[in-house]
């Protein structure tokens, strides 16, 4: 069974530029999440799609951050502009659903995002 | 408020050796899943071990075990003959049973196996 995938895996822009990164969730996986993991801390929930509905987007920094998951398969996350306190590895993981190992998330390598 | 705390930021043992890091959590719900998850340096996220609150007995992965005690809110993870590929930070998370719920996690314990 493949794994989450993402890309890029490193990226480094200036401040007031624009970033998209990708992820592709393990097949038959409903739920898909996008954190966000500052050097030294734990992940923090950005997002969290069910299929390809909204369920928690209530620490995305709207105004500049914007997440899509066309088809309820593959993912977005676009940041626009970035600052520096964006820089930060970004996670993706994907879950199957809503009862007992399908709690389990599995997650992807990262992006590791440096802005200067 | 649903929490998890691990009070040990960071710990070290021996090779060969056991340890066990601690994690407590707070929920008033009483159906829900505990996770350990391992994250070596600059590599990916993986779970280590599950454990459902239904059950009283402990879960088990080789040589990962937890102790989990329900009524005290405590879910320690124990590495029996640790190995230097353990060296990683360890996150305890737990997410409460039901639709569209979010994992809580810890801020993590930063385990290094020395040789």
């Known amino acids: 069974e493949a794994g989450v995938a993402q890309s890029p895996r490193y990226k480094i822009i200036e401040k007031r530029q624009s970033v998209a990164f990708w992820c592709n969730p393990i097949?038959?996986?409903?739920?898909l999440y996008w954190y966000q993991q500052i050097l030294g801390q734990g992940p923090k929930l950005l997002i969290q799609?069910?299929?390809?509905?909204?369920?928690?987007d209530s620490q995305l920094p709207k105004d500049r951050f914007s997440a899509e998951r066309l088809k309820g398969v593959d993912s977005t996350l676009k940041i626009q502009p970035a600052k520096l306190e964006d820089s930060a590895v970004y996670l993706c993981?994907?879950?199957?659903?809503?009862?007992?190992?399908?709690?389990?998330?599995?997650f992807g390598p990262g992006t590791r995002l440096t802005v200067t | 408020a649903q929490t998890v705390t691990q009070s040990q930021p960071e710990m070290s043992v021996q090779e060969a050796e056991t340890v066990t890091l601690s994690c407590t959590y707070d929920?008033?719900?009483?159906?829900?899943?505990l996770f350990w998850y391992k994250q070596p340096p600059s590599r990916q996220m993986i779970l280590v071990i599950r454990?459902?609150?239904?059950k009283q007995q402990n879960a088990t992965e080789n040589r990962f075990s937890v102790n989990f005690q329900k009524a005290a809110k405590s879910f320690s993870l124990k590495i029996s003959d640790s190995q230097l590929g353990d060296t990683a930070m360890y996150f305890c998370?737990?997410?409460?049973?039901?639709?569209?719920?979010?994992?809580?996690w810890g801020l993590g314990t930063s385990l290094a196996v020395n040789p």
């Open positions: 993981a994907s879950s199957r659903g809503n009862s007992g190992s399908g709690y389990e998330q599995y």
């Open positions: 454990q459902e609150a239904y």
């Open positions: 097949s038959g996986h409903a739920t």
């Open positions: 929920t008033s719900e009483n159906n829900y899943y």
């Open positions: 799609f069910q299929n390809n509905g909204v369920v928690d």
């Open positions: 998370a737990f997410i409460n049973a039901g639709n569209n719920r979010k994992l809580i």
